[in-house]
């Protein structure tokens, strides 16, 4: 009798294992279903502005060299996707130069965009005696000398994918815009001279 209680035991143990298995399969399943038709679509983004406020740096003789800064600028992002929403948090904003920033981060307010919605940010970005390679202060004194600096404001941060009631894990993101300013009068130029608005590169 004991024999067939403790094969009845494991029977039921058994059942209860596959029984798991089956649900956390089909579970796994009809969520990769699920994105595979859906499809997210990472967010664009777009740096709508940058205004030069201020620009000094100090002789590249100096060691090190320091640069001051203070930026304004206006981003902005939309949410491609017409039945996901997208949570943004974590979001760190900071401008580079000849890859080194200069700037010190600034963290964005968190968001939640919904479908096909966007959101704007304004930040004032800055940095006050950032220390600098030699060769970036030889070259940003070019630059200014020359009346045009190409600076990159970029974006760290992670995004959650909602669809529905369901929520993803966090994903990292990175954003890329690169930009021409001028620093005589303090705004952004394209080639004809005119204001830009520039698409930046996004990674998910």
Avoid at 118 to 138: E, F, H, I, Q, T
């Amino acid at each position: 009798m004991s024999k067939d209680k403790e094969r009845h035991r494991r029977h039921l143990f058994r059942g209860l294992a596959s029984l798991c298995v089956t649900i956390v399969f089909i579970i796994l399943l009809i969520i990769l279903i699920i994105y595979l038709v859906l499809r997210p679509t990472k967010p664009h983004f777009y740096l709508q502005n940058l205004h030069l406020i201020k620009i000094s740096a100090s002789p590249a003789t100096n060691m090190p060299p320091t640069l001051s800064i203070n930026l304004q600028a206006t981003l902005s992002s939309r949410n491609p996707n017409s039945r996901i929403g997208i949570y943004y948090s974590s979001l760190d904003t900071y401008v580079t130069y000849r890859d080194e920033p200069i700037t010190v981060p600034v963290s964005l307010p968190p968001v939640y965009e919904g479908h096909k919605d966007v959101a704007v940010w304004s930040p004032v970005l800055y940095g006050s005696g950032v220390p600098v390679d030699p060769y970036v202060a030889n070259a940003i004194a070019q630059d200014q000398a020359a009346g045009l600096l190409l600076l990159h404001v970029k974006v760290d941060g992670r995004v959650k994918w909602k669809v529905g009631s369901w929520t993803s894990g966090h994903y990292h993101l990175f954003v890329n815009c690169p930009i021409f300013v001028s620093p005589n009068n303090g705004n952004t130029i394209q080639g004809d001279g005119l204001p830009e608005i520039v698409e930046c590169h996004v990674e998910v």
